[in-house]
């Protein structure tokens, strides 16, 4: 055996030692990012909605030009007209001057249409979020003042208590009914 056979060897697990650790690293982080999103997904919302919806673009705009292109009397016949045909859509205006006429694009059509309307839908929940929400001042303004608000409502039922415990003293016990 040469020797030089031997340090390539080594030169060759040792790379692929390297790969292997630098694979399972990225494994690692990407498992923490995944955590960290589930874990703040109110925070993440907006992003992964917008990231959804250019999934759901892309992806679409693919399969309804794979379907349409092979059929001559096809309106959409390039990528830019399935992209259109996608973005008007998922935003559920229609105009119709692009539509499949293919089974398979109407099929993927029907995906848009569904994608589309969860897709607006989250994002009308979060601008309703953003616009409904109280701002950290006002909620840590109200978690101040409840404990103290909270503490006279209760001293001032106890001295009530107390003066109906005495009137009642006072009048002696009941009479039998």
């Given at each position: 055996m040469d020797p030089g056979d031997k340090h390539r060897?080594?030169?060759?697990?040792?790379?692929?030692?390297?790969?292997?650790l630098s694979r399972c690293e990225a494994r690692k982080q990407r498992g923490e990012i995944a955590r960290a999103v589930l874990r703040n997904r109110s925070q993440f919302a907006f992003f992964i909605?917008?990231?959804?919806?250019?999934?759901?673009?892309?992806?679409?705009s693919v399969v309804v030009l794979q379907f349409e292109s092979r059929v001559a009397d096809a309106n959409i016949g390039n990528g830019w007209d399935a992209f259109w045909y996608s973005v008007v859509t998922v935003t559920t205006v229609g105009y119709g001057d692009f539509y499949p006429v293919t089974v398979g694009g109407r099929i993927a059509?029907?995906?848009?249409?569904?994608?589309?309307?969860?897709?607006?839908?989250?994002?009308?929940?979060?601008?309703?979020?953003l616009l409904v929400a109280p701002t950290s001042e006002e909620s840590e303004a109200a978690a101040a003042a409840t404990p103290?608000?909270?503490e006279a409502q209760l001293e001032q039922m106890r001295i009530e208590l107390s003066s109906i415990r005495s009137m009642l003293e006072q009048r002696g016990p009941a009479p039998p009914s």
């Open positions: 060897d080594d030169t060759r697990w040792n790379v692929t030692a390297a790969q292997a909605t917008v990231l959804t919806a250019m999934i759901v673009l892309c992806s679409s059509g029907m995906f848009i249409m569904f994608a589309g309307v969860g897709i607006i839908g989250a994002l009308a929940s979060i601008l309703a979020s103290a608000g909270l």
